[in-house]
């Protein structure tokens, strides 16, 4: 968990200001651009404004012109190291990586985030986040075309639109200050994945953008990794799984085994849990 700087916490340690970069876990089943290129799933939970700062406007705007601008910062960096790569070591591994990060793949919901970051506001809390969904080859046009929605006009299209409405602007776009900094893609070589789904089935379960994400990782497996993860999967212990299902608010019972998972439904598995899965270990064996 990363905060940009200091002045997002207060002295106990709440959030008080977006963003909080979730790195959940790195895959690198598919090449994004280049060899050997590593895949990190990124999600940016948004506070709530507490009720003082629903009623008074002034404060409201400057608390949505800090997560917008906190945004800007790290689209601003990502661009930037597009340019001048930094080397990095990864924890398990001698030789070092050209970090490199690109734009991939956006997937950004509400409750399993929530779960995450909760103790940062006590456990009560709860905190929506606004779904971002962004059209790659959009972003990539010039001049801009996407559909990006500010937040008052997202308020009124919920309140106002229809299911059929609500999933066609879905599938269009999102609040998105990302088309100033288009640089932050990178070169994905047109391969940029877009996940797009209707708001009432990400907000109808818990960890709707995960059971997207791990679904489309799932879906680039290839059957010898997913035998691989149905053996590993029968070697946890019944602590280890316990452990797990403290962690995910999904959580109710593994499935028997994940060789048939890329065919399943998305809200079929506790997805939180099974991306944990992927972490335990040496994963060498299977990426």
């Known amino acids: ?9 207060d002295i106990c340690g709440r959030l008080k200001a ?14 994004i651009s280049g060899d050997d290129a590593k895949k990190v799933l990124l999600y940016v939970p948004l506070i709530d404004f507490t009720a003082a700062e629903n009623k ?3 404060r409201k705007e400057v608390r949505q012109k800090i997560m917008d601008t906190c945004w800007r910062v790290i689209l601003k960096q990502i661009a930037e190291l597009q340019k001048d790569p930094l080397l990095v070591s990864m924890f398990g591994e001698e030789e070092p990586y050209t970090m490199k990060p690109v734009l991939y793949f956006i997937a950004q919901d509400t409750k399993e985030a929530n779960s995450l970051c909760r103790h940062y506001q ?12 962004i059209l790659f080859k959009n972003l990539r046009k010039s001049p801009f075309v996407g559909e990006f929605r500010t937040v008052d006009e997202e308020k009124r299209a919920r309140e106002t639109g229809d299911a059929n409405v609500l999933k066609a602007r879905s599938m269009a776009g999102g609040i998105c200050p990302f088309a100033e900094y288009h ?3 990178g070169d994905t070589q047109g391969r940029g994945i877009y996940a797009s789904c209707p708001p009432e089935l990400l907000h109808q ?3 709707g953008e995960l059971k997207i994400a791990i679904n489309a990782v799932l879906a680039r497996l290839k059957p010898k990794q997913l035998r691989i993860l149905d053996a590993r999967m029968k070697k946890l212990s019944r ?12 959580f109710k019972q593994f499935p028997n085994g994940f060789t048939n998972m890329s065919k399943m439904n998305c809200t079929d598995y506790p997805p939180l849990a099974f991306a944990l899965v992927l972490l335990i270990g040496d994963s060498t064996d299977i990426f």
């Open 205 to 207: 379960y818990e960890g």
């Open 1 to 9: 968990i990363a905060f940009i700087d200091e002045s997002h916490v």
């Open 18 to 31: 977006c963003p909080v970069i979730i790195t959940l876990a790195n895959f690198n089943c598919d090449v």
């Open 183 to 185: 640089e932050a893609l």
């Open 56 to 58: 008074d406007k002034g």
């Open 122 to 133: 006590g456990y009560r809390a709860k905190r929506p986040c606004r779904i971002c969904d």
């Open 239 to 250: 602590t280890s799984l316990l452990r797990l299902s403290r962690i995910s608010s999904s």
